[in-house]
């Protein structure tokens, strides 16, 4: 039952982990068996060391960044960011990069040490909910008040809005060809296809209320 209630998150976070410790304990255990002692491997650990100063690394790094990523968890499955020039949904952390499905399904493959000391946008990591702006621009002598109305409604009336905190919409500026309205709302998940629908609707029912856009 208390299993249950571990986000899938962490459930990946702590599977790794034991992941790593199984592989490293297997890898001492048939050392040990095979008759390897410290004294004998000295020589391929210091080989070993000289090889990451001339070309591992990166490899080292992503890797030590890799569990920073599992220990820490400023970053987990399942997160919404923005990282490598992209955004998406994070699927998966390996030992070397991390693999983000962005909206359109490609997967982008980021390196661990890039999320660790680059700038990186976690858009879900205190709440799974997400801030939605929406911003309209309709045409000069619309009736902005009924706009406004319009645009709260048709986030009410989305099943993936929350109710608290409520929908706003605002009357931001006097562009040079419209007068500029946004929506601001939460969404729970799923939110490029919420971001499609708030905008489908909106643009129906504008058309049905004479409101040009």
Do not use: H
């Not at 000289?50 to 890799?66: D, K, P």
């Not at 390996?94 to 000391?117: D, Q």
């Not at 919409?169 to 919420?194: K, M, Q, S």
């Amino acid at each position: 039952m208390e299993w249950t209630r571990v986000t899938p998150g962490s459930r990946y976070a702590i599977r790794m982990l034991m992941q790593y410790v199984i592989i490293g304990t297997g890898l001492a255990m048939s050392l040990s068996l095979l008759g390897w002692e410290w004294g004998k491997v000295q020589w391929l650990v210091a080989a070993l060391g000289v090889g990451i100063g001339f070309g591992l690394q990166e490899i080292v790094a992503n890797f030590i960044s890799g569990l920073i990523l599992l220990f820490e968890r400023p970053i987990r499955v399942g997160d919404i960011v923005s990282a490598g020039g992209g955004d998406g949904t994070v699927t998966k952390i390996n030992a070397r990069a991390t693999v983000i499905e962005s909206f359109e399904g490609k997967e982008l493959m980021v390196p661990n040490k890039e999320l660790i000391t680059g700038v990186v946008t976690n858009w879900s990591l205190s709440t799974s909910n997400l801030r939605v702006v929406v911003p309209v621009g309709v045409a000069y002598g619309s009736d902005v008040r009924e706009a406004m109305r319009i645009l709260v409604e048709v986030a009410r009336d989305n099943p993936s809005i929350l109710a608290e905190p409520s929908p706003v919409a605002t009357f931001e500026d006097f562009g040079d060809n419209a007068l500029t309205l946004w929506l601001r709302c939460f969404a729970a998940r799923e939110y490029p296809r919420v971001w499609t629908e708030l905008r489908t609707e909106i643009n129906e029912r504008f058309n049905d209320a004479g409101i040009s856009i």
